[in-house]
């Protein structure tokens, strides 16, 4: 899954996800509109695959005492995530927007990316994605929403 699979997750955030009054549509549903909008089909399973994990069902198991802990990297994250990425993670939950659990799950969704190299223009987007789909984070969501909007408009300048 490389960055076209990012785009198609991008496309599917800013046009279905997004919507907070609106029912997320169901996968099925995502498929076609997705087939439709020219995204490619082992790209859309990936997608489809990728937003599954968000529920963070396999992460269920670390307790927020973590948000305390010092985080190790391991091997593969350390070669996929570079120093300015993890240090933009630490920067997200040193300000609160991210707690170690959520962190967990950046961690998880951004490895699950299967990029060669992750930038922290594709941090924002799978923070978002992240905060989105977890109940309760409407503020941390606001933030990182105003982070990820604020910083495109000034580069438009």
């Known amino acids: 899954m490389k960055d076209n699979v990012l785009d198609l997750l991008i496309?599917?955030?800013e046009n279905y996800m997004s919507m907070e009054d609106a029912?997320?549509?169901?996968h099925e549903?995502?498929?076609?509109?997705?087939?439709?909008?020219?995204?490619a089909?082992?790209?859309?399973?990936h997608a489809?695959?990728?937003?599954?994990?968000?529920?963070g069902e396999q992460l269920g198991k670390v307790a927020?005492?973590?948000?305390?802990?010092?985080?190790?990297?391991?091997?593969?994250?350390?070669?996929?995530?570079?120093?300015?990425v993890r240090g933009y993670l630490m920067y997200l939950e040193n300000v609160r927007i991210l707690s170690g659990t959520e962190r967990e799950l950046v961690i998880d969704r951004?490895?699950?990316?299967?990029?060669?190299?992750?930038d922290i223009e594709q941090v924002k987007w799978v923070v978002l994605m992240v905060l989105f789909s977890q109940?309760?984070?409407?503020?941390?969501?606001?933030?990182?929403?105003?982070?990820v909007f604020d910083e495109r408009a000034d580069a438009l300048h």
């Open 64 to 84: 927020e005492a973590t948000a305390r802990a010092v985080r190790v990297f391991s091997g593969p994250e350390l070669q996929r995530l570079d120093t300015d």
């Open 48 to 55: 489809l695959e990728w937003l599954d994990g968000l529920s």
């Open 135 to 147: 109940p309760g984070q409407e503020y941390a969501y606001a933030q990182m929403e105003d982070l």
């Open 110 to 118: 951004l490895m699950a990316l299967d990029a060669d190299e992750i």
């Open 23 to 26: 029912p997320r549509p169901a």
């Open 41 to 45: 089909e082992p790209d859309i399973a």
């Open 11 to 13: 496309y599917l955030f």
């Open 29 to 39: 549903v995502l498929k076609q509109e997705l087939d439709k909008a020219g995204f």
